[in-house]
């Protein structure tokens, strides 16, 4: 089973920018499909991004509320995944969570936490207004 460890959040002011990391040991992250979720106190996790496994041809997908601001991205020889978080606002306050998806089909139920078979730890984002 692949293990995730995701970095790169913090403290920013609206309007600023972060970059998240998923970094997988323990298998190779080209072969799963990669989600990154968040979850604000109380409230349910929701998917911000997806994408696909390498050799299926990497396409990315993206949650309607961060369309155009945030860019996921991967790179298998640092057996990383990416989210690049610009013009960030107040609501996207939240931790985040990358998971790994080991299925044929990704695309068509990206967003769906249940579809994941591995979850990192998380990271805090805050964006102060």
């Known amino acids: 089973q692949v293990q995730l460890v995701e970095s790169g959040g913090g403290y920013v002011q609206a309007g600023g920018s972060l970059r998240l990391s998923c970094t997988a040991s323990?298998?190779?992250?080209?072969?799963?499909?990669i989600g990154w979720f968040r979850q604000a106190p109380g409230k349910e996790r929701e998917a911000v991004a997806g994408?696909?496994?390498?050799?299926?041809?990497?396409?990315?997908y993206y949650a309607d509320s961060i369309q155009g601001r945030f860019i996921i991205s991967r790179d298998d020889a640092q057996n990383t995944v990416y989210l690049q978080m610009n013009s960030l606002k107040p609501e996207d306050t939240a931790v985040y969570y990358c998971?790994?998806?080991?299925?044929?089909?990704?695309?068509?139920?990206?967003?769906?936490?249940?579809?994941?078979?591995?979850w990192g730890q998380g990271t805090q984002v805050t964006v102060s207004s």
């Open positions: 994408i696909a496994w390498s050799r299926s041809g990497g396409r990315s």
């Open positions: 323990g298998r190779t992250i080209g072969n799963y499909g």
């Open positions: 998971a790994a998806d080991y299925g044929l089909e990704y695309g068509s139920s990206w967003y769906t936490p249940r579809k994941y078979e591995s």
